[in-house]
């Protein structure tokens, strides 16, 4: 039961809460208090008043007059032309109005503010610019071509040369690869052509080769390459070839043909340089295989018919007028006849070559060497034994791809009997990068060479070439020299072009290769 009970006397009233006799008791407070808590709360509320709205400051007379902000604009509201429903109007476009007060406030275009009023330019920096300008051209184009080196990998794979087992190709069957080939040679035409390879199954590959140099001069080779990796990594290569080639030079046999009394030279002529058409229909079928990581074997044969006359526009040139006729093994025999003469020949060949990459300047060392025998068929018993070497060091010169080359070549044949050889098999001189003018049974070249990467895939080349060639060791006579510079272009298996200039007592020559397959020393493919 809740009840109040007042006690008059005492101003104290009691409340209680259950019947159990709970009491509280609650006291008023006294007048002053209250008094005290009201004065306490007006006080607080004037300093919050004054606080939130403090008097103005007395303005600074050095200060900048106060300009206030322009007021927003309202927001616009979109109406309608009297010919156009306001439902038509699109949300999302603003009106006119509005768009070209914003192309007003447009600031300036970034473009034309960069905040750079002179660029800083340092001591170097104009033939740095004229060297970009100058290597645009070739970048670009080079950046297309080359940077698909699995291009290259499937024309290497068409080569005597068997891919590593990280570099074998995965043609797609029906796959088409085209690529373009040019080939300039002192004494001998420019030549241009094309290369089209096609992945089939399995690793096989069909490639198709054309060019042409003019009239009299054309070429045709078709080829059917094989390329596994396991057991172990082989190439298996059948191929045919049809060219014709004219104006070719000849000057006798020897270091000095002037002076060599092998050379017959006609009476009436003043001409001391021959010019010959060469026709050749040639097969060839090969194999190799890579027992281990740095080293290639290679077994091939070859037969082709050779057929020589005298060049139909040279004139006085031509072979039959410079040498009497008959006196050049292989030449015409009559001044209106033409040579014929059919020779297989069998070569076992053998590299070893530990750079990582075969085209890129890499360190490492190289060495290959062939082993070749050669037999008439049409009735001559002409015979003959060839041994070929070449041996590199690549040695880099204070960076990795700053790579200094000596190298050493020999070829040498040796008659099986009494016939003499075709001039057309003796050895000339490989890997001179002067005039190859000379050619003899003995053939050694020395050279040094230094390459230098500046950009993908293209490297910068000096080189100084010394050759001569004899009938036999002791009678190897004065050698020629030869030094220039150029610029070769590779992927990751082998050099894909080059260009050169050499200057040597011939005079100045300028040679130029590109996706034309290099030999490798093998005499299968000498051009």
Same mark, same amino acid.
């Given at each position: 039961?809740?009840?109040?009970?007042? @006690?008059?006397?005492?101003?104290?009233?009691?409340?209680?809460?259950?019947?159990?006799?709970?009491?509280?008791?609650?006291?008023?407070?006294?007048?002053?208090?209250?008094?005290?808590?009201?004065?306490?709360?007006?006080?607080?509320?004037?300093?919050?008043?004054?606080?939130?709205?403090?008097?103005?400051?007395?303005?600074?007379?050095?200060?900048?007059? $106060?300009?206030?902000?322009?007021?927003?604009?309202?927001?616009?509201?979109? /109406?309608?032309?009297?010919?156009?429903?306001?439902?038509?109007?699109?949300?999302?476009?603003?009106?006119?109005?509005?768009?070209?007060? &914003?192309?007003?406030?447009?600031?300036?275009?970034? &473009?034309?503010?960069?905040?750079?009023?002179?660029?800083?330019?340092?001591?170097?920096?104009?033939?740095?610019?004229?060297?970009?300008?100058?290597?645009?051209?070739?970048?670009?184009?080079?950046?297309?071509?080359?940077?698909?080196?699995?291009?290259?990998?499937?024309?290497?794979?068409?080569?005597? *040369?068997?891919?590593?087992?990280?570099?074998?190709?995965?043609?797609?069957?029906?796959?088409?690869?085209?690529?373009?080939?040019?080939?300039?040679?002192?004494?001998?035409?420019?030549?241009?052509?094309?290369?089209?390879?096609?992945?089939?199954?399995?690793?096989?590959?069909?490639?198709? @080769?054309?060019?042409?140099?003019?009239?009299?001069?054309? *070429?045709?080779?078709?080829?059917?390459?094989?390329?596994?990796?396991?057991?172990?990594?082989?190439?298996?290569?059948?191929?045919?070839?049809?060219?014709?080639?004219?104006?070719?030079?000849?000057?006798?046999?020897?270091?000095?043909?002037?002076?060599?009394?092998?050379?017959?030279?006609?009476?009436?002529?003043?001409?001391?340089?021959?010019?010959?058409?060469?026709?050749?229909?040639?097969?060839?079928?090969?194999?190799?295989?890579?027992?281990?990581?740095? /080293?290639?074997?290679?077994?091939?044969?070859?037969?082709?018919?050779?057929?020589?006359?005298?060049?139909?526009?040279?004139?006085?040139?031509?072979?039959?007028?410079?040498?009497?006729?008959?006196?050049?093994?292989?030449?015409?025999?009559?001044?209106?006849?033409?040579?014929?003469?059919?020779?297989?020949?069998?070569?076992?060949?053998? @590299? *070893?070559? /530990?750079?990582?990459?075969?085209?890129?300047?890499?360190?490492?060392?190289?060495?290959?060497?062939?082993?070749?025998?050669?037999? &008439?068929?049409?009735?001559?018993?002409?015979?003959?034994?060839?041994?070929?070497?070449?041996?590199?060091?690549?040695?880099? *010169?204070?960076?990795?791809?700053?790579?200094?080359?000596?190298?050493?070549?020999?070829?040498?044949?040796?008659?099986?009997?009494?016939?003499?050889?075709?001039?057309?098999?003796?050895?000339?001189?490989?890997?001179?990068?002067?005039?190859?003018?000379?050619?003899?049974?003995?053939?050694?070249?020395?050279?040094?060479?230094? @390459?230098?990467?500046?950009?993908?895939?293209?490297?910068?080349?000096?080189?100084?070439?010394?050759?001569?060639?004899?009938?036999?060791?002791?009678?190897?006579?004065?050698?020629?020299?030869?030094?220039?510079?150029?610029?070769?272009? $590779?992927?990751?298996?082998?050099?894909?072009?080059?260009?050169?200039?050499?200057?040597?007592?011939?005079?100045?020559?300028?040679?130029?290769?590109?996706?034309?397959?290099?030999?490798?020393?093998?005499?299968?493919?000498?051009?």
């Amino acid at each position: 039961m809740n009840r109040w009970q007042a @006690r008059p006397s005492s101003k104290v009233y009691t409340m209680a809460v259950s019947p159990a006799g709970a009491e509280y008791t609650w006291k008023p407070p006294h007048l002053r208090c209250t008094l005290a808590a009201a004065v306490a709360a007006f006080v607080y509320a004037i300093a919050s008043s004054a606080w939130a709205h403090p008097p103005p400051a007395t303005p600074n007379p050095l200060d900048p007059p $106060y300009i206030p902000p322009p007021a927003e604009p309202p927001p616009p509201v979109d /109406t309608a032309p009297p010919d156009q429903d306001a439902s038509t109007v699109s949300p999302d476009e603003p009106p006119e109005e509005e768009q070209a007060a &914003a192309h007003k406030r447009r600031a300036i275009d970034p &473009a034309e503010v960069t905040g750079i009023v002179t660029p800083e330019r340092e001591r170097g920096d104009t033939m740095r610019e004229v060297g970009n300008v100058l290597l645009a051209p070739p970048r670009e184009s080079f950046a297309v071509l080359f940077t698909l080196t699995r291009t290259m990998t499937v024309l290497a794979e068409q080569q005597q *040369l068997v891919p590593k087992l990280n570099q074998f190709t995965k043609e797609k069957r029906g796959e088409i690869t085209l690529f373009p080939t040019m080939f300039f040679d002192p004494g001998r035409r420019p030549s241009v052509g094309g290369f089209m390879v096609t992945g089939g199954p399995g690793g096989l590959s069909t490639s198709l @080769r054309v060019g042409t140099g003019g009239p009299n001069e054309a *070429l045709l080779e078709t080829r059917i390459a094989l390329a596994r990796s396991t057991p172990l990594p082989f190439t298996a290569v059948a191929e045919a070839l049809y060219d014709m080639r004219t104006s070719l030079q000849y000057l006798g046999l020897g270091q000095d043909p002037e002076k060599d009394l092998r050379n017959r030279f006609r009476d009436m002529t003043r001409y001391r340089e021959a010019r010959y058409r060469h026709q050749r229909v040639r097969a060839i079928v090969s194999g190799g295989i890579r027992p281990s990581e740095n /080293t290639e074997l290679f077994v091939s044969s070859s037969y082709t018919t050779h057929i020589v006359d005298d060049s139909p526009d040279d004139g006085g040139r031509a072979m039959s007028f410079v040498f009497q006729p008959g006196s050049v093994p292989g030449g015409p025999p009559t001044f209106d006849g033409a040579s014929r003469a059919t020779i297989v020949y069998s070569e076992v060949a053998a @590299r *070893l070559d /530990t750079r990582i990459d075969r085209g890129a300047p890499r360190e490492g060392a190289f060495a290959e060497g062939y082993l070749g025998y050669a037999a &008439a068929v049409n009735g001559s018993d002409m015979q003959y034994g060839r041994f070929g070497f070449r041996g590199a060091l690549f040695l880099s *010169l204070y960076r990795k791809t700053n790579i200094i080359a000596p190298k050493l070549v020999v070829d040498w044949l040796q008659p099986l009997n009494r016939t003499p050889i075709p001039f057309y098999e003796l050895a000339r001189e490989t890997d001179f990068r002067g005039f190859h003018t000379r050619r003899d049974q003995l053939s050694t070249t020395a050279s040094l060479d230094y @390459r230098w990467g500046f950009a993908p895939q293209i490297s910068g080349r000096l080189f100084v070439d010394v050759n001569t060639v004899g009938s036999e060791l002791a009678k190897l006579g004065l050698p020629r020299w030869a030094v220039g510079f150029g610029m070769d272009i $590779y992927a990751s298996l082998q050099d894909i072009g080059s260009w050169a200039f050499s200057f040597s007592p011939d005079g100045v020559g300028f040679f130029l290769s590109f996706g034309v397959p290099n030999s490798f020393g093998d005499r299968q493919h000498k051009e």
